[in-house]
């Protein structure tokens, strides 16, 4: 294998963890939720697509202090309390809930037995009995809490915040967060983790920028005016082997280490290949991954129709609505690639790139503007899987320098399985002490085992073909 990608392996363990306390946070001020006995937050069709009616989970590891007090699990967790009921203010939306209302849409309500909910746990285990902390591991999953029999994509009357911490027998511990994509996408949610970590950090509030809201900038035209056909949202018969292969067998998770190098070197061969193509670097590793994957699992038939879906944000392409310092909703828009089968396996790797570069370069203000009126007008019900790869992209998320609650930057900061969507591909930036800053960044998807060495091989060519 090229050693500019690296296949990373993680621990398969169990983690016992215990749950000592589980309590709500409110605001610890007043906040215009208290001023209503009715009081209510319209969501835009941004915040309530059916992709984005999900719990994004995460998870943050914090070594243990040189010197830490006796009492540490107590103060650690009043400090991360204190500072939640402290940023609560300025973003009360997060205390409250959500409801459907007429048409099936979305809308945040409050009452009196509303907050964020903060869950205390412990772990007979060491942070070094983890394995690797660097590798998004399955394994993880206990140091998130979830309520026993939770329904898959249940939001509503839910927290719309819920935040774990397990304490190891080390003194390290771990901060396990699910945050709705409703209120916020990921640039938002680093935003909100940036004000609490400050604030957890200095002992006072920090909200710069202060907190926005103004979710009816997104508002639906009327009459609604949908312009472009919006293939990210139709379901596409599956007549291919795509989603049987990967939804019918138990999907591996697997994690490639990319260097700068060989991303580079990705895109020059793209590059190369067409010299009217001038693409950017998530172009070309997007196409790449997609061909490789589409060709490890041998798809068939070769005419079937594939998709590519990605998030654009879209915050850098608003011209004629203006967005104030500080707003956190959702501003991403979903890009969508379509080739046959057929294509991606035997057509010039420059095609494939190019194909992925026009999808992004199609999401506009003006291509916004058409989704959020299509969400109006037909408000899909569903998530579609069929032929799809989907690619979530952190890398340009400053995690691990947001996330300093006051114990220095976390050792990993990321999610944690993905096998409940196999179909879903995340591009992470590297973190912890050894990245070095060579901008690294890990490719975590998910394979029926028979693939895992064939998309391995396939990842790692020079020259992608």
Request: proline share 7%; with cysteine.
């Amino acid at each position: 294998m090229d050693s500019c990608v690296q296949e990373l392996h993680f621990s398969h363990l169990h983690i016992p963890v215990t749950i000592n306390n589980k309590f709500l946070v409110h605001p610890s001020s007043p906040t215009p939720a208290n001023q209503s006995p009715h009081h209510t937050l319209y969501l835009s069709n941004l915040d309530d697509t059916i992709g984005a009616r999900v719990f994004t989970p995460s998870v943050y590891f914090y070594r243990s202090a040189v010197n830490q007090p006796d009492n540490r699990e107590s103060s650690v967790l009043k400090r991360l309390q204190d500072a939640l009921g402290e940023v609560l203010v300025p973003y009360y939306p997060l205390s409250g809930r959500l409801r459907e209302v007429e048409n099936g849409k979305l809308e945040v309500f409050f009452g009196e037995e509303q907050g964020a909910l903060m869950v205390s746990a412990n772990s007979s285990l060491a942070l070094a009995d983890l394995g690797d902390l660097t590798v998004p591991n399955p394994a993880w999953l206990p140091l998130i809490f979830q309520h026993p029999g939770e329904e898959a994509y249940k939001i509503l009357e839910m927290p719309l915040l819920i935040a774990q911490v397990t304490f190891f027998t080390c003194g390290g511990f771990s901060l396990g967060i699910r945050l709705c994509h409703c209120i916020c996408d990921g640039f938002g949610a680093m935003q909100f983790l940036g004000s609490w970590a400050a604030t957890s950090k200095t002992g006072k509030l920090i909200a710069d920028p202060e907190p926005v809201w103004d979710r009816e900038v997104f508002k639906p035209r009327n009459p609604p005016m949908v312009k472009y056909p919006h293939h990210e949202y139709l379901p596409i018969e599956e007549r291919s082997n795509l989603t049987n292969s990967l939804w019918e067998r138990k999907p591996l998770q697997k994690c490639y280490r990319i260097s700068k190098e060989f991303q580079c070197r990705v895109k020059n061969i793209a590059q190369g290949q067409d010299s009217s193509l001038v693409c950017s670097t998530f172009d070309a590793m997007a196409a790449h991954i997609w061909r490789s994957w589409v060709k490890a699992l041998d798809v068939k038939p070769l005419e079937c129709d594939l998709r590519l879906t990605f998030s654009v944000n879209v915050r850098t392409k608003l011209e004629t609505l203006k967005l104030r310092k500080g707003f956190y909703g959702n501003v991403v828009c979903l890009a969508c690639a379509m080739s046959t089968v057929d294509s991606l396996m035997n057509d010039p790797f420059s095609k494939t790139t190019r194909l992925v570069k026009e999808a992004r370069v199609r999401v506009t203000e003006d291509y916004l503007r058409s989704m959020v009126d299509y969400v109006d007008v037909k408000r899909p019900k569903r998530l579609e899987f069929g032929g799809k790869l989907m690619i979530t992209q952190w890398t340009r998320f400053e995690m691990y320098e947001t996330a300093d609650f006051g114990w220095g930057k976390p050792v990993y900061a990321g999610p944690i399985d993905l096998r409940p969507t196999p179909q879903v591909c995340v591009l992470l930036p590297e973190g912890g002490v050894k990245s070095g800053g060579d901008q690294s960044m890990l490719v975590c998807l998910c394979l029926p085992p028979p693939a895992v060495q064939n998309f391995t091989r396939l990842l790692s060519l020079y020259d992608c073909t």
